[in-house]
């Protein structure tokens, strides 16, 4: 099992360019989030969803898009990048019982110049 | 709303014991978390524990929770260089989400 993995590890964006982050699991997941890090901020979430074809808004969505077409994948859109979306990108996915532990990917840093 | 709070910096002797400490404000949180982030790396849950439990062992980790305070804590005992990593406190919410802290940066000296 690979777990959790996504796709850049690292990406340099110019103001305006846009860019799709993916992030793709196979323990069969229902639950998908994707967070932002940030010094001193702590893991900001940005949007999540709870089953194939669903998302929802979490804490800092503004500027950014999800799609969960496939249960395993889940994509995270910068329409119009801007230098405050610098961050480092972390997708975590988790059952829907139990512990409700989340399993986090390696994680994408983006530089928006 | 939800806030988790914790310390930012931690420097402690290689062999001793470290602790870290967290506040939370949720009071319905069903589970709390300490994750670990080594450098360059994603988090990786280190435990957890149930909320209506005082306190759990495991191994040299050890989690305090005083849910009258909100409360929690992460003992290491004999602390060793490979424990150098930020620690992350974090409350469920709704919705399987989790709710984290700034993260504690912990600091292994010789």
């Known amino acids: 099992n690979a777990g959790v993995t996504q796709t850049p590890k690292f990406r340099v964006l110019k103001t305006g360019q846009s860019m799709t982050l993916l992030c793709a699991q196979d323990m069969n997941h229902e639950y998908m989030y994707w967070y932002r890090q940030d010094p001193g901020m702590g893991l900001r979430l940005i949007h999540y969803s709870v089953g194939e074809g669903t998302t929802a808004k979490g804490e800092v969505p503004d500027g950014y898009n999800v799609s969960r077409l496939k249960k395993q994948n889940f994509l995270l859109g910068l329409e119009s990048a801007a230098p405050s979306q610098t961050s480092v990108y972390f997708c975590?996915?988790?059952?829907?019982?139990?512990?409700?532990?989340?399993?986090f990917g390696p994680g994408t840093r983006l530089t928006v110049l | 709303g939800e806030d988790v709070e914790q310390s930012l910096f931690l420097s402690v002797r290689e062999g001793d014991s470290s602790v870290i400490n967290c506040t939370y404000t949720d009071s319905s949180s069903t589970y709390l978390y300490w994750y670990k982030q080594e450098p360059g790396a994603g988090l990786q849950l280190l435990t957890y524990i149930f909320s209506n439990m005082d306190m759990k062992q495991d191994q040299r980790l050890t989690v305090l929770l005083n849910k009258k305070d909100k409360h929690l804590s992460l003992r290491i005992a004999d602390t060793q260089t490979g424990d150098s990593a930020i620690y992350f406190c974090a409350e469920s919410i709704r919705d399987y989400k989790l709710s984290f802290g700034a993260g504690t940066t912990v600091t292994v000296r010789a």
């Open positions: 975590a996915s988790s059952w829907t019982s139990g512990g409700g532990e989340q399993f």
